[in-house]
Nanobody, 129 residues
Framework: VQLQASGGGLVQAGGSLRLSCAAS????????MAWFRQAPGKEREYVAA????????YYADSAKGRFTISRDNAKNMVWLQMNNLKPEDTAVYFC???????????????????????WGQGTLVTVSS
């Protein structure tokens, strides 16, 4: 599967952005989908994941209550709605897909990141204070 992330930009603290990830290739609904992010000088970290059917989601503590992940299997799309953005949310955001992962929650296990097969190119989110 090929992934194309978009929607990043510059926003003031407290603002909102909606990231999109378009997928092409094999049947989209076989993949658990997730967003990760990488801030300058830091390791890539998990943000949120959604199950194959979209009925289950899982968030990092930093995203809970502010971010919402969703998907539309008919459109091969995943979104990350980010509200009440903070300067510490500044990072390149990547969407990822994997058919081996069993659940959205499993995407949040730190060691899983090494196993993920497909990554988009990333989209930069900058939050100014």
């Amino acid at each position: 599967v090929q992934l194309q992330a978009s929607g990043g930009g510059l926003v003031q603290a407290g603002g909102s952005l909606r990231l999109s990830c378009a997928a092409s290739g094999r049947a989209f609904n076989i993949y658990v989908m997730a967003w990760f992010r990488q801030a300058p000088g830091k390791e890539r970290e998990y943000v949120a994941a959604v199950s194959r059917t979209g009925d289950s989601t899982y968030y990092a503590d930093s995203a809970k209550g502010r971010f919402t992940i969703s998907r539309d299997n008919a459109k091969n799309m995943v979104w990350l709605q980010m509200n009440n953005l903070k300067p510490e949310d500044t990072a390149v955001y990547f969407c990822t897909a994997d058919a081996k992962i069993h659940s959205a929650q499993e995407m949040g296990i730190p060691s899983v990141i090494k196993l993920l097969d497909y990554w988009g190119q990333g989209t930069l989110v900058t939050v100014s204070s």
